[in-house]
């Protein structure tokens, strides 16, 4: 069984850095396809980023494009999140979810495995 662990939240303060990691362990074989997705106190959970099992191609949302960037490490099975020009509206808990497949997607119901979360809160 595919388990994911987030990693890497904490506090800062606007126009900050933040770097979140997830951690896949299990799985069969190969490797999996990787999204970053957020929920803020009373909103939906949307979108962040996403990458492919080879890392060779990125989507982001549009609000956060320029400013996060979304990497990986498959020897380590680690997909990281880089967040940058950090605004207040980012404060959300972030989740990595993971699928096997070759594409990257930037839909919640493509994802098969999902993390438990860490919190990003960012403070003007």
């Known amino acids: 069984q595919v388990q994911l662990v987030e990693s890497g939240g904490g506090l800062v303060q606007a126009g900050g850095s933040l770097r979140i990691s997830c951690v896949r362990s299990?799985?069969?074989?190969?490797?999996?396809?990787t999204g970053w997705f957020r929920q803020a106190p009373g909103k939906e959970r949307e979108f962040v980023a996403a990458?492919?099992?080879?890392?060779?191609?990125?989507g982001y949302a549009d609000s956060v494009k320029g400013r996060f960037t979304i990497s990986r490490d498959n020897a380590k099975n680690t997909v990281y999140l880089q967040m940058n020009s950090l605004k207040p509206e980012d404060t959300a808990v972030y989740s990595c979810?993971?699928?096997?497949?070759?594409?990257?997607?930037?839909?919640?119901?493509?994802?098969?495995?999902w993390g438990q979360g860490t919190q990003v809160t960012v403070s003007s």
């Open positions: 990458i492919t099992r080879s890392g060779g191609s990125t």
């Open positions: 299990g799985g069969t074989f190969g490797t999996y396809a």
């Open positions: 979810a993971a699928v096997s497949g070759s594409g990257w997607y930037d839909r919640a119901y493509e994802y098969r495995y």
